[in-house]
């Protein structure tokens, strides 16, 4: 009982460590923010140049030699900062919620406001570092997020209204480092020793549940690759891993572990299965088809083992949507 409330204390002492924190870079936002403001009107009404920007901050070291981080080029980053977001009031609280070091990352790499705003919430939800940060951005976490709601199933939708954004068309694992002629085994081996970049690549509200997952289904022993639990959703997860290219007939199989899931494992308050298929590559065409008949909620997504570009994921998405407009 004492060690219990000992344990409260704690609690209370670690909530307000983290409230101050929070505080704190607020107020640090703030200060980044009416500078940028300060330095923006002051170049607008032509009362500044780029040299005095400069000299403001040879005087602020000089005289005030206790300021650190006020170098010319963060001023400038300052005022970038404030000329990104002023146009958006609904970004600017979220934007006090996440560090300057993120922030930089952000509107120094992404080029609109959804861009930005999805990387910031992502940014405050999943508490990544700004590595973390960094390689998803690298890897185009946006351009394939965005990609993947649009390719949703119907089915997948009905079963499961909030499903938006927890699910991609493709998946980058170039942690893995894997040999060229890879197989199955190696690609799930690989996933589970690196577990933790595996969940920042697929969001970090899913929970590992095993590898090899047995099913018992009559006399018949069955396996699910990897098994995962989704917070949000409130559904098992279960993926099934491909060496090779798409093909239909891989659908059937996907479709009855999520059966035996739903009849066996599945609680009640649970909602349904989704089973996602990562296949090396897939033929958009033959997705749809093995999918327009299909009443499970399944997904096929691709998976690369190397960055991709962006400038092609930006231009596959830029397709999409104007093939959507045209329509």
Known sequence: MIQKQFEEVAQLITAARNQAVKAVNRSMIDLYWNIGQYIDIRIESADWG?????DLAAWLQLTHPGLKGFSGSNLWRMRQFF???RDFPNLA???REISWTHN???FSRCKTPEER???ARLSKEERYSKRELERQISSGLFERTMLGNVKLAPVVRESHPDIINAFRDSYIFDFLNLKENFDESDLQQGLVRQMKEFI?????DFLFFGEQYKLQVGVSDFFIDLLFYHRSL???VAFELKADKFRPEHLGQLNFYLEALDRDVKKEHENPSIGILLCKDKDNEVVEYSLSRSLSPT???EYRTKLPDKKLLQEKMQQIFSADDIS
């Open 104 to 106: 930089l990352a952000i």
């Open 93 to 95: 609280p979220l934007v």
């Open 234 to 236: 409130q559904c098992l």
């Open 200 to 204: 920042l690549e697929l969001g970090k």
């Open 83 to 85: 000329t990104t977001y």
């Open 117 to 119: 705003e999805f990387y």
């Open 299 to 301: 997904m096929v997504a």
């Open 50 to 54: 780029q040299s005095v920007v400069e």
